[in-house]
């Protein structure tokens, strides 16, 4: 929006009071069509994003549509802290050889599966761009192709109910490692546009040593972070529990969440990260139930505020297909998405354990959300995207985000079935 408006006290409570009221209608009237309550979430910030969400002010600072994106990172945040405390960490690092496989594989089968599209793109004329362009192009849609957003597979095995199966912890921890792999790639990404709008040749501000600095400084953060914790949280928590056995305890508990968040951003992680961390490290604690009992009605305020976020993201003028612009638009977004499921797919494949379902472990990871829109918004800002292919990556990224929850509660469903018959049959 070109005006400047600030948001006024009475409309920010009317438009959070429509966001809070829409998300739990759609997620409730989900849930009576027997999907998970997110996906209600993801369709109600698409049916606001041309109503309520459209009518919200945007401006520099902590106005208008920035105070909605400000609570969502709230409830994304809260969400990982929420399945951490629902982790015991001595299961993650059982899967972690496994997990660290699966996120390796599906970062880099669907970043040189996208490379390869702009480059096929661009030999057949579809796109059309600068000579000088293609490469950096489709080195930055590989990049958008390989996050994995945690939070949304997170949400759903929550809602299904499955947060304890091996399953979900090998998800959950490639989906970290795969957050560590997509900071690597970000940096590199970042340095490459930063170099060639700078007049250089691209790649010289990016070295081995560069890159290894990255990863040992997000590892090092996971690594300490959890090992200070176990040995602080206890005595910092037995103290508040003596104190106050209820109150104070949760309520320090989700200021130790933001403690790990904000440090976690400082060594440029996201501050989910953290967040996840901080859950599995206060999990280890005597109090963790008073805490898991106090911040669940707290993440569940937040948290849909994130999903009607990412839903509002998605512009349903560029599937208009009477709009002649669009069929090229269309037609990109699903090759792009086509790529971006096998990639991500073929990850769980991987897996070399028996009895793991690892089509279960390849549909979790699927999903871009609000990762793979960060990513967009990246090339755009840059001026590596032009509209009709930031359009066709954001498609890509809403599409993968919407199908992952009905897919995986149907597979859990026929897995749950198929057990039940063969039980019945013995």
Known sequence: MEYVEHLSVEKFILYLLIILVFAKAFG???????????LGEL??????????????????GMVGYDVFHLLAEIGVVLLLFEIGLETRLADLIKVGPVSALVAIVGVVLPFVMGYFCIIYFQKFSILNLEAGMVGLVAI??????????VGITARVLADLDQLQTKEARIVLTAAIIDDVLGLIILGVVSGLVSSLQSGGAGA??????????ITAKAFGFLAVSIVVGRIVAPRIFGFFARIDRNNLVWIMAIAFCFVYAYCSNLFSLAPIVGAFA????????????????GVKPVSHFFAPIFFVMVGAAVDISVFNPFVSENIMVISIALILFAVAVIGKYASGYVVYEKGVRKSIIGVGMIPRGEVGLIFAKIGLVYGVFRTDLFSAVTAMVILTTFIVPPLLKWMFEKESKERELNESVV
């Open 28 to 38: 409730r009237l989900a849930e009576r069509i027997g999907q998970p309550s997110v």
């Open 43 to 60: 369709l109600a910030g698409v049916v606001l994003s041309a109503g309520v969400l459209a009518l919200i002010p945007s401006t520099e």
């Open 140 to 149: 930055v849609t590989g990049a958008t192709l390989t996050a994995t957003s």
């Open 204 to 213: 010289e501000g990016i070295t081995l040593g560069s890159v290894a600095f």
């Open 278 to 293: 901080a859950g599995l490290v206060l999990r280890e604690t005597d109090q963790f139930k008073t805490i898991e009992e």
